[in-house]
C-alpha cells in the first residue's frame, strides 16, 4: 500500500484492529452455537459477550507482543482476550482451528472491500451516464490505428465504458460470492471436535455462505478468481484512462483532465499542462494486474494446506483492493471534471479533407454497379491524393472531377455521401441498448 | 501448440478451414439479413447460399495467395468467394468492416471451445464423483505443512476437488456467455452504413447475443476475463496434480499414476514409475496461466481500435483452448485409473505413534477444566517426545503416564480419545453437501 | 509458434529433425569420450561415426512411433539409432541419462537461438545507426506526458534506441552465456556411471562450457534468467513500436510505416494507412513477455527434478525465440524503410506559439534576479493564454507586452530564448557518447 | 511493504527522509559543478551546503505540506530548501528537471540496496558452503519425480545451491550495474539549459555511471532487467525452500527447520513442527517474482517519457528490495541453523530394497554382452516386484535368484554392484568446481 494512492475507508478495513475486531466477532459467534448445542456453558458466551459490549479497546501492541513470544497470531490473540475476560474465555475456539479464523474474517474483508468497490463502480457509472448523455450527439472523429476512420460521438465513447464498467460490476458481484464464504470446520476440514451447525450459525451471522467442503483452509481458487477479477477491471480502467491520454495530446486536445489554480505541470516548463491523473492510472492498473499471477499460484498449496499463500495475501489482499478503490474514485473523478472541447473535436473531424467519408462513396458506387474491386481502387486513388495533402486537397471536389467516379454518380449523388448526421442516426438505438 | 498436447477436436477448431467456414456463415447471413431489409438483392443472398450448398471445398492456399497480395485477411476471404461465386457476390460485406467477421468469428470459435471444455468439465467431475464415493470412507492422514495432522478420507480429497471443479464450471459458464457476443456495428460501431438489426439477425443464428456498444472491435475485456478464467481453471489442476505428485512419492506412496505395461519411468533406471503425467500436468497449467497477462493487456487497444490484440490472440485462442482440453483429459484419465493404496494409508496414518490425536487430549483436558495453556503444555510435552521417537514411542502410553495428565483424566478416558470414527463421523454431511 | 509471426532459419532449430541432429551428436561424442576412457570399445564409436557419415535422413516417424510404445523420447531416439547401426549401438549412453542429452541439446538450441537473435540485434543496431545519422539534426517536439515540451531531434530519438538495444545485446550475450553448459552427469548428478571427462569433452565439442553441478538437470535458473532477458527485449521493441504508432497518428503525422503498393488498409475505408506493423509487433512483444512468468515458475523444481519444466519448455522455446527473431526483423525493416517528414515535423513544433520556449524564459528571469517562483508563475500566466489559445496567440509577443517581465529583460533579451539551435548544440555531445 | 516481512536497514533505504536526503546530494552536487563552471554564483553553493552541514532534521510534514498546494513533489522539496537557505537557493536546480532528480536518486536506491542484497547472498553463500562441507559425505537419497532414484550426499544438495546463488550474486552485480547510472540532462534530454559536465560531476559524486543518451527520464529497460533479475533471484529462494519443505515431511523428515522453545506449531495440535519459514519463503517468492510484469509493461513509456512507471515503481521499489532482503536474510537463518538427520537419511536411502542400484546392475549385464532392451526388462521385471512390495523384498536376491541375469554375472559381481560409495567418488571432483 502506498498511502498516497490510498482512501481511510479501504485502509481502515485492512487496519490490525479491524481484522482483530472481525475475529473477535467469528469467535465469539461461534461460541454462541456451541453454547447453543451445549457443548460449552452459556456463562462463557455471555462473559465474552459482556466485556465486547464494553467496547474494549483493541491492544494490538499488547498482542503483537504476545506473538513475538507465541509466534502464532490466532493463539496471540486469544490470549489477550483471554487476560481481559479471565477463565470463562478458555472455551473460546473450542474444537476449532486458527484458519478457521483467519480464512473466515478474509472472507469478511474482501467481502466488504468488495462492497466499497462496488460503490466506487456505481459513482463511476453515475458520472460515466451523465457525461454520455451530455455529450450523447458531439460529434468527434473516430479512430482506428489511431488513424482518422469515420465519426462518432464522444457520448458513444463513454457509453462505450458505461457498458465496460457494468460487466466488471457484474463480475465484480459475481466474485463477491465466489470469495464469501465461512469455514468453520476445524483441522483438517472434518468437524472432529466441531459441529457442521456452528460454521451455518457464523455464517448466517456474518452474512457469508457455508463453505461445501473445506480442508484446512477455505480453497484458494476463490481467491485467485477474485484477484484476476480485479485485474480485469483494472484492464478496463486502463483502456479508459489511455483514451483520455490520447485525446490530452497536445495535437489532438479534445479534452483535458481538470487543471486545478495552483497546480505545476513542470518544475522546468511553465507551459505545461499533462494527463497525469490518467497516466498515473495507467501504473496503478499495472499494480492491480500484478497480484493476479501470485493469486494463481497460490491455488495449489500442498496437502490440506501449507501456509505459503498467506505472505502473499498479506501483499496483496489490501494493496490490490486499496489500490482498485483509490483508482476508481480518481477516475471517477477525472470524468466527472474532464474538460471536454467540442469546438475541436469538429476541427480534428474536418482537417483531414473529408476522408472520413471514402466508405460511403465506396458503397455508393457499388450499388451503383461498379464492383467492389474497382470501387475500392477509385475511391483510394482520391483518397491517397488528400492524406497526401495532409487535408489541404478536398475529398469531395477530386471525386467530383473523376471521370470513372463521375460515369457512375452525379456530383449531387457525391456530394449526399458527405453528410455527418448520417453517421449518427444510430446512436439512439445504442444508447437505449445501454443505459436501457 | 504443441501437437502432443493437443486433441483433436480442440485442434480443428482453430484450422483455418473452421475460420473460414465461420467467416462465411456471418457474412452469408448478414446478406440474408440485407436482403431481407431490401438492401441487397435477394438473388445475391441465394447465389452465395447455393454455391455453399455444394460443399466447396475451403482452398485454403488460394486464400493464403490472395492475402500475400493484399495483405488483408477478410479481404482475401472475400475475394475468393466472388472468384467462385461470380458477380452477385459483390453485396457481401455491404456496410460491415473486417473486425464485425473477425471478432464474431472469434466470439463462435471462444463459445464452442467452451463448450469442449464444459464437456471436458463434466467428464472430470463423474470420474471425481465415482471416485470419491469409492474412496467415501477410506481413511488416510490429513496434512497441514506436509506434516501430518488428523484423518481425514480419500473420499474427502476428491470430494474437495469436486467442489473445486464445480465452481470451475460454474465460472465459465459465465466466462463463456461473457465472450458469446456478436457485433456488426461496421467501421466505428455506429451502424452508418449496416442497420442494426443486420447484427441482431446474425446473433440469433450463431446463437450469440448481440454486443450493446461496440467500436471497430468487440470490447477486449471479454476476452481478457475469459483467459483469466482459463487461468484459474489450470491453477485448479495443478493443485490436483500435485496432490498426486505428493501422493505417489516414494515414503507415501498412497496413490499412484496407472504405469502401462511396457512403459519405462527412466531410460537409466529401470526401476522408476514416476508421476510424468501430474508432473506434466503442472507444466501445463503454467502455460495457460501464462496466456492471463497478455489477455489483460490487450484490453487498453488505443480509441476505436488498434491491431496489436490481434497477434496475442492467434497465439493464446489456439494454446490456451487447446491445452486446457487436453490438460482436462489428462487429469480425468489420472484420477479414472488412479491405483490408490489404503492399506498404505492405513500404515502411515499408524505411523507417528498416535500423534494425530493429540488434538482431541488437548480439548478432553480443557473440558476437565485444565486452562488451555496448560492443556497445550502437556500434550506437546508428551507429542514431542513421540515426534523424536519418531512413532517409535506412543502417545496414549505416555499420556497415561503423565501425572498431571492423569489428575484431569481417567486412562480409559484418555484411550476414549484415540477413535479413528471419531473423525469420519461428518463425512456424510459434507458429501450431501458436495454432491448433493 | 504462429507461421505468420516466423522465420524459417529460427523455425528450423527447433524442428523435430535438428533435435535428433544434436541429440546424435551429443550421443556420439560422449561415446568418443568413453571410448578413449576406455569404457568402450573404440569400434563402438567408429561404427556410429561411420553410419552418421552416410549422412541418414532422420526418420522423424519411425521415432515417434517407437515412443508411441515406450513413452519415452530419448529411448525411442536411441532404439532408432540401433535399428540403423545394430550391436556396436548399445555402448551409446551408457551410464548417460535422458536428462543429460535433453538438456545439453536445449542449450545448443538456445544458444543457436542467442546466435540468430544477436544478428538481428545487429541488423537492427546498423539500421538505427544509419537512420540517427540520417535524422541526426532533423528538430522535433520532445514531448513528456503527450504533451509538446522542448525540441529535440528525430536523431536523437532513434540514438536513445540504439543505447538501448546495445543494451539488449550485452543483455542477451551474458544471457547466452548463463544457458550455453553442458551436463553429463547420470541419473542425479554424481558421474556415479560415467566419467566427468566425458562432459568435458562433450562440453568442448559443442562449445558450451561445464555445468559445475547439476542434478539429474540442468538447473532452471538459468533457463529464467534467459526468457526473462528476451522478456526486456521485446519490451523494448515495444517501446520503439509504440514511438513509430504515435508519430503516424493522423494529427501527429512525423513518420509512417512503408506502405506497399497494392496495400489496403482497410476493407471498408479506402483512405486508411495504418501502422500495423508496429501494432503488431506491440502484441508480439506481450507474447515473448508471456514466457516470462512460466520460465520463472520452473525454477523450483523438486528434489534433483521432476519433468514440470519440460512442457512449458516445449512451449517458450521455439515460440520466444521464432517469435523475438520475427520481430527483431520486422522492427528492423520497420526502421530501415521508415517514411520520415520533416516539414511536418517543423510544423508541428510551431504550432504552440513558442511555447517550447517558456523554460529559457524563466531561467533567464531568474538569471536577471528574479526568484524562482516568481518567474515561475511570470511565465506561467502567459503560457496559459497561449496554451487556451492553441497555439494563435505567441508567447514572445505577450512575454514583451508583460511588465513583470519587461521589468528585467529587455525586448531583445526576450527573443534571445526563442532559438531553436540552442536546443541542439549538445546532439554531437550524445552521439559521440552512443555511436563512439 | 508488510512490516512482518522487512528489515530495518532496507526499509530505512526507502524512508522519505532517506530520499530527500539524496534529493539533496544530487542538486548541492550539480550545484557545484554550475559554479565551477560558473553558470551560478559559487556563493550558492557555498550557502547551500553550508546549511547541510547543520545536519538539519528533514521536515518530511512541511514537505508534504507544499506537496499538498504545487502538486509537485520536486518542488515541493525545492521550495522547502529555500525556506531554510534563504534567496542562494533560487540557483538549485537551474536547468534541470524533476526527473534528473528523481530518477539518479532511484538510481542511487537502487545501487544501495543492490548492495544491501550482495551483502545478504554473501552471507548466504558463506552458510552454504559450511554447511555443504559439513555434509559433503553425508549419504542421502537422490529423488526424481519424487522417486527414489540414486544416492547422492546432503553435501551436493547444498553444494548446487551455493553454485545457484553464486549464479544470482553474479546476475545481480550485472543488474546493479544496468541500473546505476545518472541522468542530468533536462526537460527532453538535451541538456539545452545545462552542460553535460554538470551530469559527469555528480555522477562521479555519487559513484554512478553516465546515462549516454537520456530523454527526460533514464530509460526503463534499465529497471525492467533489474526487477527481472531479482525475479530471477527469488525463484532460486523458493527452489532451496521447496527442497526444505520436502525434506522436513513427516514420511521423509530428513532435515528440518529449527523449532525453538516456546513455540507453538498449530493452535489446535499440539504435536505440530511445521516448515513455515520455508512455506513463507515460497509465497514471498511469489510477491518478488510479482514485481517482474509491472516492470516489464513500464518500458514503453511514450515519446520522450510519460509518468505511469513512477506509481509502479512507488510499490516495486521499496516491495521487491525489502522482501527480497528479507527472504534472503531468512533463507541464511533457516540454512545456518537446519536440523540435519543422516540417521532418517541413511534409513530412507535403505528402504526400497536396494532399488537405487539399479541402474548399475542394467551395465553391468550390458557390459557382459546382455543387450540394452533385454538387459533393462530383465532388471525391471525384478525392480517391479520389489517396488511393489515397498522395499521389503531385496533387489539384489532376487537378482541373484534370476537365471537370466545368472547366465551374465555371478552372484558375487551381482553384489558388487550394490556398493554405496561407488556413488560418492565424484563428490570432491564436483566440490572443486563449484567451491574452487
Redesign the interface.
Known amino acids: 500500500m ?1 498511502p ?2 490510498s482512501r481511510p475507508e479501504m485502509v481502515d478495513l485492512w487496519s490490525a484492529e479491524s481484522r482483530f475486531r472481525i475475529w473477535f466477532e467469528i469467535e465469539a459467534h461461534a461460541l454462541d452455537a456451541m453454547a447453543e448445542l451445549g457443548t460449552v456453558p452459556k456463562s462463557a458466551a455471555k462473559a465474552v459477550w459482556d466485556w465486547w459490549a464494553t467496547n474494549p479497546p483493541i491492544d494490538v501492541d499488547r498482542i503483537d507482543a504476545i506473538e513475538a ?4 497470531d ?2 496471540a490473540f ?2 489477550w482476550v ?1 487476560e481481559n475476560v479471565g ?1 470463562e474465555a ?2 473460546l ?6 484458519s478457521d479464523v483467519l480464512d473466515t474474517a478474509l472472507a469478511v474483508q474482501l467481502a466488504r472491500a468488495s462492497d466499497i468497490l462496488l460503490a466506487d463502480l456505481d459513482a463511476l457509472l453515475a458520472v460515466l451516464k451523465r457525461r454520455a448523455e451530455e455529450h450523447k450527439l458531439t460529434p468527434t ?12 460521438t464522444f457520448g ?1 465513447k463513454l ?2 465504458a458505461y ?2 464498467f457494468s ?2 460490476k457484474k ?1 465484480l458481484i ?1 466474485a463477491r460470492e ?1 470469495i464469501a464464504t465461512c469455514a468453520i470446520s ?8 466441531i459441529d ?1 451447525r456452528v460454521e451455518e450459525y457464523v455464517a448466517a451471522k456474518l452474512d457469508l455462505t ?1 463453505e ?5 483452509v477455505i ?1 484458494r ?2 481467491h ?2 477474485y484477484f ?2 480485479l ?2 477491471i ?3 480502467i ?2 479508459l ?3 483520455v ?2 485525446l ?6 479534445e479534452a483535458e483532465e481538470y487543471f ?1 489554480p ?15 491523473l490518467t ?2 492510472l ?6 492491480v ?6 493469486a ?17 495475501e ?3 489482499g489490501p ?1 490490490a483492493t486499496i489500490t482498485l478503490d483509490f483508482a476508481l474514485a480518481r477516475l471517477t473523478g477525472v470524468i466527472d471534471k474532464l474538460l471536454v472541447y467540442p469546438a ?1 473535436m469538429q476541427k ?1 473531424l474536418d ?2 479533407g473529408g ?2 467519408h ?3 462513396v ?2 455508393a458506387l ?1 450499388q451503383a454497379g461498379m ?3 474497382d470501387a ?1 481502387k477509385a ?2 486513388r482520391n ?2 491524393q ?2 497526401e495533402s ?1 487535408g489541404q486537397l478536398s ?1 469531395l471536389e477530386l471525386l467530383k472531377a473523376d471521370d470513372e467516379v463521375g460515369a457512375k454518380l452525379t456530383p449531387a449523388q457525391i456530394e449526399a455521401e458527405f453528410d455527418l448526421d ?6 439512439d ?2 444508447f437505449a ?2 443505459f436501457g
Do not use: C
Not at 495507467?282 to 499494480?287: H, I, K, P, V
Not at 494486474?289 to 501470485?294: E, G, T
Not at 497460490?298 to 505472505?311: G, K, M, Q, Y
Open positions: 502506498v498516497r494512492y513470544v507465541t509466534k502464532h490466532v493463539i486469544l490470549t483471554s477463565d478458555r472455551f475456539h473450542q474444537g476449532m482451528t486458527s472523429i473516430g479512430r482506428s490505428h489511431g488513424i482518422h476512420a469515420e465519426p462518432v458513444l457509453a462505450e457498458a465496460e460487466r466488471a463480475r459475481a465466489d476445524g483441522a483438517v476440514g472434518t468437524f472432529a471436535n457442521p457455508v461445501p467442503v473445506s480442508t484446512q480453497p481458487d476463490r485467485a478468481m484476476a477479477t485485474g480485469v483494472a484492464s478496463s486502463e483502456r484512462a489511455t483514451e491520454r490520447h490530452q495530446r497536445t495535437e489532438v486536445l486545478s495552483g497546480q505545476k505541470g513542470s518544475s522546468a516548463m511553465p507551459h505545461k499542462r499533462n494527463p497525469v497516466e498515473n495507467t501504473g496503478l492498473a499495472r499494480m494486474r500484478s497480484a493476479v499471477m501470485p494463481l499460484e497460490n491455488v495449489a498449496l500442498w496437502h490440506e494446506r501449507d501456509i505459503s499463500h498467506s505472505s502473499v498479506r501483499f496483496i494493496d475541436r480534428n482537417r483531414m476522408l472520413v471514402s466508405q460511403r465506396l458503397l457499388t464492383s467492389r474491386e475500392y475511391v483510394q483518397a491517397m488528400v492524406w495532409d475529398l448520417y453517421h449518427l442516426k444510430h446512436v438505438t445504442i441498448r445501454v
